[in-house]
């Protein structure tokens, strides 16, 4: 099973309010991406983990947005002083490489933030 | 880096009729390429994806070809019912985790499908 949960589903917030979201994972995978999407655009990648370990983090990423995933399941990205540019989906995918050097992707329901 | 360009970005079609979405690929390190579809409100789900040792692929109505020289790989849909229409995702990417292997998406078509 390659189900992702991701909760709040949708979170509302002023701008300069710090915000939380979580991805869980069904099942143990060792990688797993954050990605965001903005309207009418495909996904942008934002960081990526294996197992606890951030490996990668893209100039996307600001100060203000930090990731973890403290014991290699459930992940966390904290948005700080919310800006109204990082209204967006935010979509969290966890990979499966069965054996080959990629990894095919399978992605969360997102969270839809709207900072106003 | 990957540049991922994907055409057209809207296409509408007949009931029945079939549809062909066309992607491009700047990196020919790149070796991995998935297709996504993502219906309103909704997850990008995985429809479909093809690795470079292979030419083409075909999952009942839906096919995927790669042309590593040209590099391009296209997604095809055969007998197309209202319920495809979605906006759908090329993507690509060049490795395992990491830069390397996170998704380079193309800017999406958006599928009508009319009864």
């Known amino acids: 099973d390659t189900g992702v949960s991701q909760n709040p589903r949708h979170k509302i917030t002023k701008r300069g309010q710090n915000v939380t979201f979580r991805c869980d994972p069904i099942?143990?995978?060792?990688?797993l991406y954050w990605y965001r999407q903005t309207l009418g655009q495909g996904p942008e990648f934002l960081t990526y983990?294996?197992?606890?370990?951030?490996?990668?983090k893209s100039r996307l990423l600001s100060d203000r947005f930090s990731a973890e995933r403290p014991k290699g399941s459930f992940s966390t990205l904290e948005i700080q002083r919310t800006e109204q540019g990082d209204s967006a989906m935010y979509l969290c995918a966890v990979g499966s490489s069965g054996g080959f050097i990629t990894d095919t992707q399978y992605f969360g329901p997102g969270t839809r933030l709207t900072v106003l | 880096g990957e540049n991922v360009e994907q055409h057209p970005s809207t296409l509408s079609v007949q009931e029945g009729d079939s549809a062909v979405i066309k992607c491009t690929y700047s990196d020919s390190a790149s070796n991995y390429f998935p297709w996504y579809k993502q219906e309103l409100g909704k997850r990008p789900q995985l429809i479909i994806d093809?690795?470079?040792?292979?030419g083409e692929k075909k999952d009942q109505r839906i096919a995927v070809t790669l042309n590593k020289t040209a590099k391009h790989f296209s997604l095809h849909i055969t007998e197309t019912q209202p319920e495809d229409s979605a906006v759908y995702f090329c993507a690509a990417s060049k490795g395992y985790g990491g830069s390397q292997g996170n998704l380079i998406f193309g800017k999406g078509t958006k599928l009508s499908v009319k009864p």
């Open positions: 983990f294996q197992n606890e370990a951030q490996l990668e």
């Open positions: 099942s143990e995978h060792n990688r």
């Open positions: 093809i690795r470079s040792n292979v």
